[in-house]
């Protein structure tokens, strides 16, 4: 999906993605209000009902949805495609929650790809970097907080071994009163 209809479909694809798909019943004018109701159950009141139906026009024309009718409802569910895009969105919406406390423990991320990978090689990078990791030496990268989860996602998405990405947690790094000026984290 080079160009993308906009936050509506990719937000569409990361919730079907994560519901694993939804079976609306299949008639009356209110079916896409019903769509989106489920999908955004916290912003149900916020929402375009003409917005809804383009974007998922959009993913459907694209291939990115499938819609099957099934015992008086339609089964939405997201193509090989659509798994693989929703999978491309979540990775550019991912963020490292910030705590108010910092528990004083540097998360340390080595990465360890052949000069054969440097292009999933650079794209890593690209998102190490905008997730805020500093980066301490070419392949190496700190971060105050925690973020297991995250780094588990980009190995899932790149298709990485922990051998080939691996976090580990540091209690002492020499020197690090720079680092932490530059993360706002207390001393």
Known sequence: MSRHK???????????K???GL??????????????????KEKASQFDSRKIKDAFYY????????????????QICLSPEGKREADRCQINQLKIPRPRIWDKKWRFLILNLSS??????????????????YPLARQAWVFPFACEKEI??????????TKDLR???LIKLEEDQFLKEDFKVGS
């Open 6 to 16: 906009g936050n509506i479909s990719q937000e569409i694809l990361v919730r079907l």
């Open 18 to 20: 994560k519901t694993k």
């Open 23 to 40: 079976a609306i019943p299949g008639h009356g004018s209110r079916f896409w209000r019903e769509v989106y109701r489920r999908l955004f």
């Open 59 to 74: 993913l459907k024309k694209k291939k990115l949805i499938t819609g099957e009718a099934k015992d008086g409802q339609i």
């Open 116 to 133: 054969e990978q440097a292009f999933k090689k650079e794209l890593l990078r690209r998102q190490i970097r905008r997730l805020g990791f």
């Open 152 to 161: 588990k996602l980009l190995r899932r998405f790149f298709q990485l071994k």
């Open 167 to 169: 976090l580990a947690e």
